[in-house]
């Protein structure tokens, strides 16, 4: 069984950045990983995507500021996180499944697999 756990949150400041970890044990072959944001208990977003042919998505709200990769060779997934904003504070979740998604940003809160979280907290 896939098991996905984040690391790398923590505490910034505006303009600030950080780069989140997905370690994925073992590594699966999904159709698609990437992470999705909670700020509140209704409040979900997803954030960015990459598909096993390395196709990438992001959400307008982080798009020239975040970048997702994956390196197979270590089994991890990365969000690199630059020019943090206030808004971007939230508890960030690395997801993975393998049915193939029209709107794979929108399914990432519903993908079948995924991490415990690990915050992000960005200060004015």
């Known amino acids: 069984q896939v098991q996905l756990v984040e690391s790398g949150g923590g505490s910034v400041q505006a303009g600030g950045s950080l780069r989140l970890s997905c370690a994925a044990s073992?590594?699966?072959?999904?159709?698609?990983m990437g992470w999705f944001r909670q700020a509140t208990e209704f409040r979900r977003e997803g954030v960015a995507t990459?598909?096993?042919?390395?196709?990438?998505n992001y959400a307008d709200s982080v798009k020239g500021r975040f970048t997702i990769s994956k390196d197979n060779a270590k089994n991890t997934l990365y969000l690199q996180m630059n020019n943090l904003e206030p808004e971007d504070t939230a508890m960030y979740y690395c997801?993975?499944?393998?049915?193939?998604?029209?709107?794979?940003?929108?399914?990432?809160?519903?993908?079948?697999?995924r991490g415990q979280g690990t915050q992000v907290t960005v200060s004015s």
């Open positions: 990459i598909d096993s042919v390395g196709k990438l």
């Open positions: 073992p590594l699966p072959d999904p159709a698609t």
């Open positions: 997801a993975a499944d393998f049915r193939v998604w029209a709107d794979p940003l929108r399914g990432l809160p519903n993908f079948r697999i």
